[in-house]
């Protein structure tokens, strides 16, 4: 029994060390709010599944933010514009 568990266990930890799933969205590029909601979506799931350091997910968390103000600012000047 005790075997058993340990090759699970081995096989466990040897599934959380590829690719995080978040790298393919990142890759292909946050251009708009729902590719961030799904980039951050995934970056949940690859720490939630080992894929993915904590660190590594609040330096993606830290950008993110960035990235979303910069699209609050398009949509701030978007409607300035489209007021006058």
């Given at each position: 029994m005790a075997k058993r568990r340990a090759e699970?266990?081995?096989q466990t930890l040897a599934g959380l060390t590829?690719?995080?799933r978040s790298r393919v969205i990142a890759e292909r590029?946050?251009?708009?709010p729902r590719?961030?909601?799904d980039l951050m979506s995934a970056v949940m799931a690859d720490v939630v599944e080992g894929r993915l350091t904590p660190s590594r997910a609040n330096?993606?968390?830290n950008a993110a933010g960035k990235r979303l103000d910069q699209l609050a600012a398009v949509l701030?000047?978007?409607r300035l514009k489209a007021r006058s």
């Open positions: 699970s266990l081995e590829t690719s995080p590029g946050v251009k708009t590719d961030l909601a330096a993606i968390a701030r000047a978007a």
